[in-house]
Every structure is written in structure tokens, then in C-alpha cells.
């Protein structure tokens, strides 16, 4: 493996990289998803669910911390996938990643349209998609600090909207603004509540949970261009989570608590309805009667967001496997402001490909989209347990110190065993209704699980190809220990 990941300008600060993280993982999912979660599982189930993901996401997190701090590379866990596990796992994590964000970022290009015809219903939407995918590409091309202090402001506005959200909702529960109920735990008691469907329900939203947490893992790829990784990813690590987690969970209770969860429509996948957005509800309970519209700004930034990390994400892990003669070399070449271009062209090429397919087919492809973009999500999640864990066993096999290290995730082996037996159960689980139907629908099962066998279908053909095989504990390369 060649190691050029030098030729990068490491110009993002911490609060860049924080914010790279909060903007990846604040957005649709909290602002429209919770609704879908407690209308479906109740206001218990969702906490719940938020809170068992949550923990989740927090051993995965430290444990690609411990690896973003010690090997700060764009190819992130794909890199780490090859050195500790199998080169062939690690090729199938990077392309899996590379297009998971790919086609979020034709998921995006849809969710534009809608938010758009907001104000502007005669205007055709593939206009406003064209818009955004230009403004994406634009943010990437020019420089990476151009792109870190565009996440920096993104994300500032969605933290903002949390945080103001979190004010009111606390006051409306006080009674200092009216709007709230006079007894707000009546909610938590109509009908099932407050663990409606039980535990079956509960597993069956958290892929929706996941879907919401999805893009803290951004912070192990900015660490290639991170001014300082040793000490900054470690910093930032500790503040994201816990920020995150406190948003979520917060939002969720204070939802659940002012609104009947019986009241929330249920939102089907392909609908981005802002008008029955929780967050909506709330400030128009609270006299907000503008709650619609500025809501709908608050998504379109959310958006904007989203695939300005993901197009970032997707380049440079594509980056990443071209230096490591895992894709065409054509792709690791730079600009003279450290932008792989070339990736970038393709990954621009391949969201806009995605975006009209599922414009001009019918709504299968686009539920397919939706669907292989949260499933590969998880891969990569699991993909980060498993790479961490036998990094650990590889240290202690070979007798190396774990001082050294400049972050040390806590509570191994506990963490990555934990998340990755959460995660395999969520992936393999999330619609499990489809198999235990009179008859199964076949074409439901492609649309929902597409992305397992697709990763497996890459890993085990690499694997064939290149004749390689799993890295044992005595033969891994620790340089920096």
C-alpha cells in the first residue's frame, strides 16, 4: 500500500470536524423520520429505540476514534478493513461506502424537489435538483477548507433549530408558553402507549433510528485532512456524541410528550412531508403559524448538508482505493488544491445518473435507493466493529502497548461486540414481516435487502480474484506503536 495521503491540504480544524459529524447525522431523519418512529412504535418505543441506537453509534464512534487517531487516512475504515481483517473486506467497505453516498446524494437530489415545490408547486423539480447537485459540486471543487467552513455553517443553522426547539418545547411542557397539554403525560398513556407494537416494533423502526445517526462515521474520513489528528479527532469525538445524543434524545421526549403519537401521519419512505413534520407541530402549537415555512428552509439546508458531506465522503474514499490500486489510478490524482477531481466527476456523475432513474422510472427504483442507501450504512457501521475489534487483539497478540495509542476507546471488547451484534440484528431484522407473510414478495425482499448480497457479491470476488485471505493477528502492521 502506498500512503499519499500527504498530498491532502490537512486543513480542517476541530471545529470542522465536529461540525462535520453533527452535519452528517442532523438532518430528515430528525426533523421528519421521528415522527414515523413514535406514530409506529409509540412514544416509549422510540425513546427507546433513539436511545439503544444511540449507544450503538457510541462504541462505534469511539472505536473508529481509536483508529481515525492512530491511522488518519480518507479511507477510513476501508483501509482499516484491509490491514486487520482482509484486503478483499476492506476493497467491498469502500465501495460500498463510496456508493451508499453516491446514491444518498441522488436520494437528496429527490427530497430537493419536494421541499422546493413548498413554495414553488408549477415549477418542474428536476430544475431545483440540477440547482442543488451544481451548488454540491461547486462546495467540493473549490478547496477543502471551502468545503469545511460551508459543513461548519450548514450545520450551525440545523444545531440552532435543535436547540431552539429543545427551549420551547421545555417551556411549552412548564406552561411558560401555552401550547402544551395540561396534563403532557396523558400522551404517554392513550391507547398502547407507551411501547406501541413491543419489542418487535421497536426493532422494526430502528433501521429508521439508524438512518438518523447515520454520517458520524464522516469523522474518520475527515481525519485525512485533519491539520492535527492526533488531537483533534480525540476532542472531537467527545463533543459529538454526547451533543448528538442529547439533541436526539431530548427532541424525541419532548415530542412524544407534546404530541399524541397517535396524531403523527405516517410518513411511507418515499414522502417528505414538512407540513407533518413534529418540529412543525410543536412551534405551531406554540403560535409559530410561520413553523411551515421555516421548517422547510431548515430541511433545505439539511439537504444541502447532507450531500455536500456526502459528496465529500464518497470522493475521497474513491480517492482512497485509487491509491491503494483498488480503483483506477485515474481516480487518485489531485488538483493543485488537493481535490481529487476525477473522483469527484464520477461521483457527480453516477448521483445525477441515480437521481434521474429514479425520477423517470417508476417509484420502485427510487425505494430502492432509499433502502440500499440505509443498509449499506449499517455494512460500513459493521464494518468499523469488526475492523477495531481484531486491531485490539492483533495489539495484544503481539504483545504491543496500548499507551501509545493517542485515543483508547473505552469498555473493549464490550464496545464493538455490542454494536455489532445490535447492528447485524437491525440489518437482517428490519423487515422481517416480509418472511413470515403467507407468501413472501420476493420483489419486497430485493428492494429492502439488496445491499447485503451486493457487498458479499464484491468481497468474495476479490477475494477469488486476488486469492487473498483473512489477516492473522501475528502478521498485522502496527508502524506507529
Known amino acids: ?9 490537512r486543513t480542517l480544524k476541530t471545529r470542522h470536524i465536529t461540525m462535520i459529524a453533527l452535519g452528517g447525522s442532523i438532518g430528515t431523519g430528525l426533523f421528519v423520520a421521528s415522527g414515523v418512529s413514535i406514530s409506529q ?20 464512534m469511539t472505536s473508529l476514534g481509536e483508529l481515525a487517531a492512530y491511522m488518519p487516512v480518507s479511507g477510513s475504515f476501508a483501509t482499516y478493513g484491509s490491514l486487520y481483517v482482509e484486503k478483499g473486506f476492506g476493497f467491498a467497505l469502500g465501495w460500498n461506502y463510496w456508493y451508499n453516498w453516491a446514491i444518498t446524494i441522488a436520494v437528496d437530489l429527490v427530497t430537493a424537489q419536494i421541499v422546493m415545490g413548498y413554495w414553488f408547486p408549477v415549477t418542474p423539480g428536476w430544475i431545483w435538483s440540477i440547482l442543488f447537485l451544481c451548488i454540491i459540486f461547486i462546495l467540493n471543487f473549490i478547496s477543502v477548507k471551502g468545503f469545511g467552513e460551508a459543513e461548519y455553517c450548514f450545520s450551525l443553522i440545523k444545531v440552532t433549530t435543535v436547540i431552539v426547539f429543545i427551549i420551547v418545547g421545555i417551556l411549552m411542557i412548564l406552561g411558560i408558553i401555552k401550547g402544551g397539554a395540561q396534563d403532557c403525560w396523558h400522551n404517554w398513556q392513550i391507547n398502547d402507549a407507551p411501547f406501541a407494537g413491543g419489542i418487535a416494533t421497536i426493532i422494526e423502526v430502528a433501521m429508521i433510528v439508524g438512518f438518523s445517526y447515520q454520517g458520524t462515521e464522516l469523522i474518520g474520513i475527515a481525519a485525512g485532512e485533519s491539520e492535527n489528528p492526533g488531537t483533534n479527532i480525540p476532542l472531537a469525538m467527545r463533543q459529538v456524541f454526547w451533543r448528538i445524543m442529547l439533541f436526539y434524545v431530548l427532541s424525541i421526549l419532548i415530542i412524544s410528550i407534546l404530541i399524541p403519537y397517535t396524531s403523527l401521519a405516517i410518513l411511507d419512505n418515499e414522502v417528505n412531508n414538512i407540513t407533518v413534520s413534529p418540529f412543525t407541530l410543536v412551534f405551531r402549537n406554540a403560535g409559530q403559524l410561520s413553523a411551515a415555512a421555516i421548517m422547510n428552509s431548515v430541511i433545505l439546508t439539511t439537504i444541502l448538508s447532507s450531500g455536500n458531506s456526502g459528496m465529500y465522503a464518497s470522493t475521497r474514499m474513491l480517492y482512497n482505493l485509487a491509491i491503494e490500486g483498488k480503483a483506477p489510478k485515474i481516480f487518485a490524482k489531485l488538483s493543485k488544491n488537493g481535490i481529487p477531481l476525477n473522483a469527484l466527476y464520477i461521483t457527480t456523475l453516477v448521483a445525477g445518473l441515480c437521481f434521474i432513474s429514479s425520477i423517470y422510472s417508476n417509484k420502485t427504483v427510487y425505494l430502492w435507493l432509499i433502502h440500499t442507501s440505509g443498509t449499506t450504512g449499517f455494512i460500513a457501521w459493521l464494518g468499523i466493529a469488526v475492523s477495531h475489534y481484531r486491531f485490539r487483539i492483533g495489539l495484544k497478540k503481539q504483545g504491543l502497548s496500548l499507551d501509545k495509542l493517542p485515543y483508547r476507546a473505552g469498555l473493549f471488547p464490550f464496545g464493538p461486540v455490542f454494536a455489532f451484534i445490535l447492528c447485524i440484528l437491525i440489518t437482517f431484522g428490519q423487515h422481517y414481516k416480509i418472511f413470515i407473510a403467507d407468501s413472501i414478495d420476493w420483489k419486497n425482499v430485493v428492494t429492502n435487502y439488496i445491499g447485503i448480497p451486493l457487498f458479499f457479491l464484491i468481497w468474495l470476488s476479490y477475494r477469488w480474484y486476488h486469492g487473498s485471505s483473512i489477516v492473522r493477528y501475528e502478521d498485522m502492521i502496527f508502524p506507529h506503536v
Not at 502506498?2 to 498530498?7: L, P, R, Y
Not at 422510540?46 to 462505534?60: E, K, P, R, T, W
Open 41 to 60: 412504535a409509540g412514544p416509549g418505543g422510540a425513546l427507546v429505540s433513539y436511545m439503544l441506537i444511540g449507544l450503538m453509534v457510541y462504541f462505534l
Open 1 to 9: 500500500m502506498v500512503d499519499k495521503t500527504h498530498c491532502l491540504r
